[in-house]
């Protein structure tokens, strides 16, 4: 049987992970800890501005300090109001939850008090004029589209932009993009700031995301021979000094999960090809193409504009669904609920490693979900891990679950 996601969950650890000394180290690491909030109430939900009180939760296994590659699971219910019945479900995402859970979020990654002092962290170097892109995912998008297909939210997207505000940066610098995708009016019509760029490739937004090829190291290789076709990552992972990848939490179909790493498969320029050149018969466990030991979701991610430019890894987990174009359904782990969730790191593959187990604790997935990770950490892009986010936790991946 499936486990609920409820407060006891969220304290038992801090009552047995690792006696002592482990607690004390992870007060030591993130501050005193407060326990016992109270369920926001629907009016406090929608307020503008929330006051909203962090529990943790750490899983009961066996720390090895310091962290390593940290997960940062922040849960807040309240943050999703939809009945999964009448209506779109992104009319029903508070604003003012979702800013709490990013400023959370992001103390906890970095260890800092404020957001003020968080970015700082994750951009050391910023400077006015450097361009911080955000690839969201809008695969199931349409300009004028009005169906409950699971996309991204708008809500995570102006929390994140006003905590970068928040810092110092300045609006202009962040290009939030799909470059595979067309930006819906009811995504792009209720951004908060509109002095950010927001790029598409339909021309629905403020631009089409551009390839010129501008230069040679847009060019992504790819392990596989059948591969020839030349494949460009959008000329603003050139232009941009910083990345942000903003994925969903939602399983597939050719593939078996759709996270961080497929993400980017909406910043290169073409996926189809003739013959057996297409990416997705390689991404496809039951294709007979598909090698375990090489993946396209690799090559994309070990790019330098990829690899080499992301700070942040800020996966949407408000909701969840269970295939590509599904609407979010509840999840029996969240006690009926949609997941409600923001998680926050810096190692691209320990991310994807969470937020796989979490799909296979609500739905299973095949074991071959896991194989690009393990390409991945043999390509030095993160760490790699297979745990129970609702059991034992992980010994390598330092996963943190905050209530607020």
Same mark, same amino acid.
């Given at each position: 049987?499936?486990?609920? #996601? @409820?407060?006891?969950?969220?304290?038992?650890?801090?009552?047995?992970?690792?006696?002592?000394?482990?607690?004390?180290?992870?007060?030591?690491?993130?501050?005193?800890?407060?326990?016992?909030?109270?369920?926001?109430?629907?009016?406090?939900?929608?307020?503008? /501005?929330?006051?909203?009180?962090?529990?943790?939760?750490?899983?009961?296994?066996?720390?090895?300090?310091?962290? @390593?590659?940290?997960?940062?699971?922040?849960?807040?219910?309240?943050?999703?109001?939809?009945? #999964?019945?009448?209506?779109?479900?992104?009319?029903?995402?508070?604003?003012?939850?979702?800013?709490?859970?990013?400023?959370?979020?992001?103390?906890?990654?970095?260890?800092?008090?404020?957001?003020?002092?968080?970015?700082?962290?994750?951009?050391?170097?910023?400077?006015?004029?450097?361009?911080?892109?955000?690839?969201?995912?809008?695969?199931?998008?349409? &300009? /004028?589209?009005?169906?409950?297909?699971?996309?991204?939210?708008?809500?995570?997207?102006?929390?994140?932009?006003?905590?970068?505000?928040?810092?110092?940066?300045?609006?202009?610098?962040?290009?939030?993009?799909?470059?595979?995708?067309?930006?819906?009016?009811?995504?792009?019509?209720?951004? @908060?700031?509109?002095?950010?760029?927001?790029?598409?490739?339909?021309? &629905?937004?403020?631009?089409?995301?551009?390839?010129?090829?501008?230069?040679?190291?847009?060019?992504? @290789?790819?392990?596989?021979?059948?591969?020839?076709?030349?494949?460009?990552?959008?000329?603003?992972?050139?232009?941009?000094?910083?990345?942000?990848?903003?994925?969903?939490?939602?399983?597939?179909?050719?593939?078996?999960?759709?996270?961080?790493?497929?993400?980017?498969?909406?910043?290169?320029?073409?996926?189809?090809?003739?013959?057996?050149?297409?990416?997705? #018969?390689?991404?496809?466990?039951?294709?007979?193409?598909?090698?375990?030991?090489?993946?396209?979701?690799?090559?994309?991610?070990?790019?330098?504009?990829?690899?080499?430019?992301?700070?942040?890894?800020?996966?949407?987990?408000?909701?969840?669904?269970?295939?590509? /174009?599904?609407?979010?359904?509840?999840?029996?782990?969240?006690?009926?609920?949609?997941?409600?969730?923001?998680?926050?790191?810096?190692?691209?593959?320990?991310?994807? &490693?969470?937020? &796989?187990?979490?799909?296979?604790?609500?739905?299973?997935?095949?074991?071959?979900?896991?194989?690009?990770?393990?390409?991945?950490?043999?390509?030095?892009?993160?760490?790699?891990?297979?745990?129970?986010?609702?059991?034992?936790?992980?010994?390598?991946?330092?996963?943190?679950?905050?209530?607020?």
């Amino acid at each position: 049987m499936k486990r609920r #996601f @409820t407060r006891r969950d969220l304290l038992s650890g801090m009552i047995l992970a690792a006696g002592g000394l482990a607690l004390a180290a992870a007060r030591r690491a993130f501050g005193s800890l407060a326990g016992g909030a109270a369920a926001q109430n629907s009016q406090a939900a929608q307020a503008p /501005s929330v006051t909203l009180t962090p529990q943790v939760y750490l899983p009961q296994v066996q720390r090895h300090w310091p962290w @390593t590659s940290p997960v940062i699971h922040v849960h807040a219910p309240g943050a999703v109001t939809w009945d #999964f019945t009448a209506g779109w479900y992104g009319d029903y995402v508070q604003q003012g939850v979702v800013d709490e859970m990013v400023r959370v979020g992001l103390c906890k990654l970095t260890e800092t008090s404020s957001v003020a002092d968080a970015w700082p962290v994750l951009i050391p170097n910023y400077q006015p004029g450097q361009k911080i892109a955000v690839k969201v995912n809008l695969n199931n998008a349409s &300009c /004028s589209d009005t169906d409950n297909s699971i996309d991204a939210d708008i809500e995570t997207v102006n929390a994140l932009i006003g905590s970068l505000i928040e810092s110092g940066v300045n609006e202009s610098d962040v290009w939030v993009y799909d470059a595979q995708r067309p930006m819906p009016a009811r995504f792009y019509n209720r951004r @908060t700031y509109k002095n950010a760029r927001y790029f598409d490739n339909a021309g &629905c937004a403020d631009e089409q995301a551009p390839f010129n090829h501008i230069d040679p190291s847009l060019r992504v @290789t790819f392990t596989n021979p059948a591969l020839v076709l030349q494949r460009w990552l959008t000329d603003l992972l050139f232009q941009a000094t910083y990345l942000i990848n903003v994925p969903l939490l939602k399983k597939h179909g050719l593939h078996p999960v759709t996270l961080g790493f497929k993400n980017h498969f909406g910043s290169l320029s073409s996926l189809g090809g003739s013959g057996n050149d297409n990416p997705h #018969f390689y991404i496809n466990p039951g294709d007979s193409r598909y090698q375990a030991t090489s993946s396209p979701l690799v090559d994309i991610n070990a790019n330098p504009h990829v690899a080499g430019k992301t700070v942040l890894i800020l996966a949407d987990g408000l909701l969840g669904a269970h295939t590509v /174009s599904a609407a979010p359904m509840p999840w029996e782990t969240f006690g009926g609920e949609p997941p409600q969730s923001l998680l926050l790191s810096r190692d691209p593959v320990a991310m994807d &490693c969470v937020l &796989c187990d979490l799909l296979r604790a609500e739905w299973g997935v095949e074991a071959a979900a896991y194989d690009y990770l393990k390409v991945a950490e043999k390509r030095g892009l993160g760490l790699f891990e297979r745990g129970e986010p609702w059991g034992s936790g992980y010994s390598r991946i330092s996963y943190l679950r905050v209530r607020i």
